[in-house]
């Protein structure tokens, strides 16, 4: 056989095993995942699954402070443009969108609380205060009002899936906002509400007070760590105390209205105001802060002031009177 007749058998052969490991690569792709993975699992199994990160005791305090009824709290999640400059996406659409909540989301949300006298949590991540510092600066003035962590630049931490890199922007987030607050963070609340298998050691390792990413129940509890008490608060969220289902999206959510949304969150309060328990809606100055919805938000606290014995409060203060309860 002739060199160049060689060299060809060997390209061929090249070709042949290309071929045949980017077949078998197909073919593995192609390959669903086993359906409903849990139930080959025994309840063992499933019960470990489930304490990983649990409900523990409940926290609904005997009494909130001054004989009062119902506990709120009005929190903001000051994304802006943070969710798209992580994803990548650079559109001058979604960013601009993002940008609506600092340049008139914000201001406009403020002026609304100032008006009524009303504290506010803001969680932020540490990027979106970085890019628009003088939010950190307009919140802090009012002196009534408390900024959480949420997270670096609004990361998915289950997409993340790295304990390492998850451990340095949850350090870098909370030195940051540290230095720019003045005082050391003690809420958190996770980007889009969502844990990965590291976050909770590490929210407890960093000596938060609470944490506000989770739904297992209308009141506060105490969240348990592999089936043990954490010491760790968690001040409940829910979908349906939530700006972005109504009013998300470029073309609104599902119930773009301001007033039908406003039923909506004026029945949770007066469930939450019959009950005695505790009332924590979610809400986003690029979302919420658009003229006719803060609108529907001054009718909404100008009907809970209606109402005796309402406290208006930030989820530090809650936390820390549910902890001496």
């Keep these: 056989m002739t060199r160049r007749q060689c060299t060809s058998a060997a390209a061929v052969a090249l070709v042949v095993v290309l071929a045949t490991c980017a077949g078998d690569t197909l073919a593995a792709q192609q390959t669903p ?4 993975p849990g139930a080959r699992l025994s309840i063992d199994e499933l019960r470990q699954q489930l304490t990983r990160v649990s409900a523990g005791r409940r926290l609904k305090p ?17 994304d802006n443009v943070t969710g798209a400059l ?17 340049i008139d989301g914000l201001p406009r949300v403020l002026r609304l609380l100032d008006t009524h006298k009303v504290p506010a949590t803001f969680f932020i991540p540490a990027v979106s205060a970085a890019l628009h510092p003088q939010m950190v600066t307009d919140i802090l003035s009012k002196q009534r009002h408390e900024i959480g962590v949420h997270g670096w630049i609004h990361e998915s931490l289950p997409a993340l899936n790295d304990e390492a890199e998850e451990r340095r922007l949850l350090t870098q987030s909370i030195d940051y906002l540290t230095k720019a607050i ?3 963070p003690v809420g958190y609340r996770a980007p889009a509400w969502e844990f990965s298998r590291y976050t909770m050691k590490q929210v407890k390792e960093a000596g ?3 944490d506000s990413s989770m739904m297992a129940s209308d009141d506060a509890y105490e969240i348990l760590l592999e089936g043990q008490p954490s010491g760790v608060i968690e001040l409940p969220i829910e979908w349906i ?3 972005v289902p109504y009013f998300g999206g470029t073309a609104g959510g599902s119930l773009p209205s301001g007033e039908l949304a406003g039923r909506v969150l004026q029945a949770e309060f007066d469930g939450a105001y019959a009950e005695g328990g ?21 009718r909404l606290i100008a009907y809970m002031k209606t109402k005796p014995g309402v406290w208006f409060a930030t989820l530090e203060q809650i936390a820390a009177h549910v902890k001496a309860q």
């Design 86 to 102: 992580a994803r990548g996406d650079l559109g001058t659409g979604v960013l601009s969108r993002g940008e609506y909540g600092a």
């Design 33 to 36: 995942a086993p359906p409903f």
């Design 62 to 78: 005997r009494a909130w402070p001054n004989g009062s009824r119902v506990a709120v709290a009005f929190t903001f999640d000051v």
């Design 208 to 210: 938060f007070l609470y």
């Design 182 to 184: 003045g005082k050391r």
């Design 241 to 243: 105390l939530d700006d």
């Design 278 to 298: 505790l009332y924590i809606i979610t809400l986003h100055p690029h979302v919420v802060g658009h003229r006719s919805r803060v609108a529907m938000l001054d």
